[in-house]
């Protein structure tokens, strides 16, 4: 059983930066491909960008393409999403997801077995 524990939300103005960590409890997080998704009031539960479980290959939504950098500590147990460029469409509660079963249908919420509590970030305009 994995735990994931999500942190770094906040409050931001736009065009400001945000960086959210995601610490998982256990020992086989480094075999894991993990992921951040994100879901706005009313709105489904949607893909932000997910890694490889050694960090070499990253894949991102066009919506943050370029803004938004997703990276890992195995040694600490960590996956990152670094936000800069941040817009008020960004608000949502931000969850890291972990994947035990390798590098296949990111995208989808249905390929990911753990959860974190998720996170808020607001940005103002």
């Known amino acids: 059983q994995v735990q994931l524990v999500e942190s770094g939300g906040g409050l931001v103005q736009a065009g400001g930066s945000l960086k959210l960590s995601c610490v998982a409890s256990g020992r086989t997080f480094s075999t894991y491909s993990m992921a951040w998704f994100r879901q706005a009031p009313g709105k489904e539960r949607d893909f932000v960008a997910a890694?490889?479980?050694?960090?070499?290959?990253?894949y991102y939504a066009d919506s943050v393409k370029g803004r938004f950098i997703i990276s890992r500590d195995n040694a600490k147990n960590t996956v990152y999403l670094q936000m800069n460029s941040l817009k008020p469409e960004d608000t949502a509660v931000y969850y890291c997801a972990g994947n035990p079963f390798g590098w296949r249908r990111v995208t989808s919420r249905d390929s990911y077995d753990y959860w974190g509590q998720g996170t808020q970030v607001t940005v103002s305009s």
């Open positions: 890694i490889t479980s050694s960090g070499a290959g990253t």
